[in-house]
């Protein structure tokens, strides 16, 4: 079973690492449209499909569980507080900008338990999505360049230097 434990989690992880450019890119095009809530919902999925790879495995801690509530329970207690405080709230503004804030810290913690659930297969292949998702970088900066539809990684009235191409920010393609 080792196997098919490997195989199984080896993919999710070569699709999450791919994924990850190509999303920041059609959030990069999609803000123009205000429906980055789009991406949002896709990363979402990622992460519920990590989650039940990681039950379905047996691969999640105590610890794991307390986190995930204790983190509901914190977006939980913020989003009634913001809601008593500011009666025009922006409700899906909060829902989406708390989503963000619990996806990394989750995303990390799927991640690190399904990499140190079965490790022998994992290596080759994930390295393979790495080298994918690199060039997917590097091709969407090479056109943005070409085509002139690029960001600037600082892009301040005082100064616009360097080439972040279709990402929002050059920290985006830092996390890839």
């Known amino acids: 079973m080792p196997g ?11 699709a999450l690492v791919i994924a990850q450019p190509v999303l920041d890119m059609l959030s990069y095009f999609l803000r123009f449209f ?19 790879l990681g039950l379905r495995h047996r691969v ?18 913020s989003f009634y ?19 963000k804030l ?4 989750a995303m990390f913690l799927v991640i690190l338990r399904l990499v140190s659930a079965d490790r022998k297969a994992l290596p080759p292949l994930v390295v393979r999505a790495v080298y994918i998702s ?12 070409v085509t002139n539809t690029y960001n600037h990684t600082y892009d301040q009235p005082w100064a616009k230097i360097g080439v972040a191409g279709w990402f929002y920010s050059g920290n985006q393609q830092s996390l890839v």
Do not use: H
């Not at 992460?47 to 039940?52: E, M, V």
């Not at 995930?68 to 207690?77: E, H, I, K």
């Not at 619990?102 to 810290?105: Q, S």
């Open 4 to 14: 098919k434990i490997s195989r199984e989690i080896g993919l999710y992880l070569c």
């Open 34 to 52: 205000s429906i980055e809530i789009i991406i949002t919902l896709l990363r979402g999925g990622l992460l519920g499909l990590g989650i039940l």
């Open 60 to 77: 999640f801690k105590t610890f794991d569980y307390v986190y995930a509530v204790l983190l509901v329970m914190f977006g939980a207690a």
């Open 81 to 99: 507080v913001k809601q008593r405080a500011m009666p025009q709230m922006n409700q899906m503004l909060e829902i989406t900008t708390f989503a």
């Open 102 to 105: 619990f996806f990394l810290p």
């Open 134 to 145: 690199a060039w997917v970088v590097v091709i969407s900066v090479v056109l943005s360049y």
